[in-house]
Structures are given as structure tokens and as C-alpha cells.
């Protein structure tokens, strides 16, 4: 069993940054790939970056590629979200959660956080 806990999210403009984290309990954390979700308003819930269990592998979605950055820290039991570049078409709620399939999959997800909302102004 993994608990995760979002924090980070706010209100920022477009082109700033934000760390968005996963503090994550339960002794298994570090088997467990993390993935960070978003789900803009009206919209379908989309994978957004994974980290595999030993940070050695990583996954972008095409949207944040080249801005967002994806970094775990095993021994702290946390999972980063580095958010560049922001763009209004980033406003959205942030989940994370945990999973043991590599690739990572789009849905089916073992554990969730309940998520933190980031909003960016134009």
C-alpha cells in the first residue's frame, strides 16, 4: 500500500515556473514507478511524466516535453515535478501516482494522490 500526497500547486503567470511535489508513505515507495496526471477542466485525464522505480528512466508527454522535468528521491519518499515555461493550456488539477507496469500505461493506475490544482494566467 503507497499513500501519496500532492503539494505545490498555485496560481502563477505564463512563463513562470513551479515544483510541483509527491510525498509518498507506505515502505514499498521506491518498487513503484510515479507518474504525474492532469486533468484540465472538460477535458480527459492525461498522462503527463514518469519516473520508473530507480529514477533511471523517464517519460514525457509530448506537451511538456523539453519544460517539465521529472526527479524522485527515494530516500526522502518523493517524487518532483520541475514545471518551465508555463502555459496557460497547463492550468489543470496535478495527480500523482504509483504503478509497477513499465512502459508506463495511460490508465489503471495502482494508488492516487487526490491532487493539487495549478493554475497559469495569460
Request: aromatic letters at 12%; glycine letters at 12%.
Amino acid at each position: 500500500q503507497v499513500q501519496l500526497v500532492e503539494s505545490g500547486g498555485g496560481l502563477v503567470q505564463a512563463g513562470d515556473s513551479l515544483r510541483l511535489s509527491c510525498a509518498a508513505s507506505g515502505r514499498t515507495f521506491s518498487t513503484y514507478g510515479i507518474g504525474w496526471f492532469r486533468q484540465a477542466p472538460g477535458k480527459e485525464r492525461e498522462l503527463v511524466a514518469v519516473v520508473n522505480w530507480s529514477g533511471g528512466s523517464r517519460y514525457y508527454a509530448d506537451s511538456v516535453k523539453g519544460r517539465f522535468t521529472i526527479s524522485r528521491d527515494n530516500a526522502k519518499n518523493t517524487v518532483y515535478l520541475q514545471m518551465n515555461s508555463l502555459k496557460p493550456e497547463d492550468t489543470a488539477v496535478y495527480y500523482c501516482a504509483a504503478d509497477h507496469s513499465w512502459p508506463p500505461r495511460s490508465s489503471g493506475w495502482d494508488f492516487w494522490g487526490k491532487g493539487t490544482l495549478v493554475t497559469v494566467s495569460s
